[in-house]
């Protein structure tokens, strides 16, 4: 219940409010386990991931450090949850911003992307070895060279996307009194698994670390493949990533997100994006590996609103998801 006599926090602005998200208890979709699940509810950042926290971190520390003035453009690749935590950042802070986007992205956030009056540049040819992501960080690059006074945030690579996350493990930390015994996290860039991992390494923790990764991902030696479901898996190699410092990796099916993302809205009243479905998947499978009793932690990464048309739609998961037909939720 909320507590109407508690005074409510007074932001300064809509960047304030990103971060110190609070911890839910998964009950339902885990009521036949063991073991106790949360989920952090990144969602409810301002623009709606967990990614509100890397764009305004790094755009931050390029200020401070003198990279960005107001006459600066800021290019990013991202067809997703990056692009809309930069154009909320970017449009407050006003700053011209340029995304670089593939096909895959969905009209809901190419519409919101509109809206925040960021420009967009779409690539239509993937690399032949990278991949969509490899033909977006490849114009990137060229964008960069030919527009005087631009700074690419590059999510991929700069040190401040896992510094980030130092921070949001800590705040799990304190929620569950430092009693964290697994900790799973969906992969792409692998800055939220990389900066989680420095901060339980550093205070010498026994939280156990599950990357959860996309079949067809490239991230730990896999197979490139066909992947549909948006926001975890890559391309190409992390540069973040130290296998040495988690426990163990699992993989996921698009069909594994679908099924999980659905669990979570009709067990929860939760709408997440693909990534988190995957998650969820992932710890059912993992469960015969985990201790009795112990508590698991996982990310809400993203709001599902903007995946009405796919993740959310039964009409567009027949068409597109292989064994779709199994799911219970399709004929109800």
Same mark, same amino acid.
């Given at each position: 219940?909320i507590?109407?006599?508690?005074?409510p926090?007074?932001h300064?602005?809509?960047l304030?409010?990103?971060?110190?998200?609070?911890?839910?208890q998964?009950?339902?979709?885990?009521?036949?386990?063991?073991f106790? !699940?949360?989920?952090?509810?990144?969602?409810?950042?301002?623009?709606?991931?967990i990614?509100?926290?890397i764009?305004?971190?790094?755009?931050?520390?390029?200020?401070n450090?003198g990279?960005?003035?107001?006459?600066t453009?800021?290019?990013e690749?991202?067809s997703?949850?990056?692009?809309?935590?930069l %154009?909320?950042?970017?449009?407050?802070?006003?700053?011209?911003?340029i995304? !670089?986007v593939?096909?895959k992205?969905?009209?809901?956030?190419?519409?919101?992307?509109?809206?925040?009056?960021?420009?967009? !540049?779409?690539?239509?040819?993937?690399?032949?070895k990278?991949?969509?992501?490899?033909?977006?960080?490849n114009?990137v690059?060229?964008?960069?060279?030919?527009?005087?006074?631009?700074?690419?945030?590059?999510?991929y690579?700069?040190?401040?996307?896992?510094?980030?996350?130092?921070? /949001?493990m800590?705040e799990i930390?304190?929620s569950?009194?430092?009693?964290v015994?697994?900790?799973?996290? %969906?992969?792409?860039?692998?800055? /939220?698994?990389?900066?989680?991992?420095?901060?339980?390494?550093?205070h010498q923790?026994?939280?156990?670390?599950? %990357?959860?990764?996309?079949?067809?991902?490239?991230?730990?030696?896999g197979?490139?493949g066909?992947?549909?479901v948006p926001?975890?898996?890559a391309?190409?190699?992390?540069?973040?990533?130290? !296998?040495?410092?988690?426990?163990?990796?699992t993989?996921?099916?698009?069909?594994?997100c679908?099924?999980?993302?659905w669990?979570?809205?009709?067990?929860?009243?939760?709408?997440?994006?693909?990534?988190?479905?995957?998650v969820?998947?992932?710890?059912q499978?993992?469960?015969p590996?985990i201790?009795?009793?112990?508590n698991?932690?996982m990310?809400?990464?993203?709001?599902?609103?903007?995946y009405?048309?796919?993740?959310?739609?039964k009409k567009?998961?027949?068409?597109?998801?292989?064994?779709?037909?199994?799911?219970?939720?399709?004929n109800?």
């Amino acid at each position: 219940m909320i507590d109407l006599k508690k005074k409510p926090q007074i932001h300064a602005n809509i960047l304030e409010t990103s971060g110190n998200t609070k911890l839910l208890q998964l009950k339902k979709c885990f009521k036949n386990n063991s073991f106790n !699940v949360y989920g952090k509810l990144e969602f409810l950042n301002p623009s709606g991931s967990i990614k509100d926290r890397i764009a305004i971190h790094i755009l931050e520390e390029a200020m401070n450090e003198g990279f960005i003035d107001k006459n600066t453009t800021i290019i990013e690749s991202s067809s997703g949850n990056m692009a809309l935590g930069l %154009a909320q950042a970017c449009l407050y802070l006003g700053l011209k911003l340029i995304v !670089v986007v593939d096909p895959k992205i969905n009209s809901h956030t190419e519409k919101l992307l509109e809206t925040y009056k960021v420009n967009i !540049v779409k690539v239509n040819t993937p690399d032949p070895k990278g991949g969509f992501l490899g033909a977006r960080l490849n114009k990137v690059k060229q964008l960069i060279k030919e527009i005087p006074n631009s700074y690419w945030t590059n999510q991929y690579g700069n040190v401040n996307n896992p510094q980030t996350h130092y921070q /949001t493990m800590n705040e799990i930390c304190e929620s569950l009194d430092h009693q964290v015994d697994y900790l799973f996290l %969906a992969t792409s860039t692998c800055g /939220t698994l990389m900066g989680c991992a420095e901060y339980i390494q550093e205070h010498q923790l026994s939280t156990k670390i599950i %990357a959860v990764d996309a079949k067809g991902s490239v991230l730990f030696g896999g197979q490139p493949g066909k992947r549909l479901v948006p926001g975890h898996g890559a391309g190409v190699p992390s540069q973040f990533l130290e !296998v040495s410092k988690i426990t163990d990796h699992t993989e996921v099916t698009d069909f594994d997100c679908i099924k999980g993302c659905w669990s979570l809205l009709q067990q929860e009243a939760v709408l997440c994006g693909g990534s988190t479905g995957g998650v969820v998947e992932a710890i059912q499978k993992y469960s015969p590996y985990i201790t009795e009793g112990s508590n698991c932690v996982m990310m809400l990464c993203d709001r599902g609103d903007r995946y009405l048309d796919t993740i959310y739609n039964k009409k567009w998961i027949l068409e597109n998801i292989d064994g779709a037909q199994d799911l219970e939720f399709i004929n109800e």
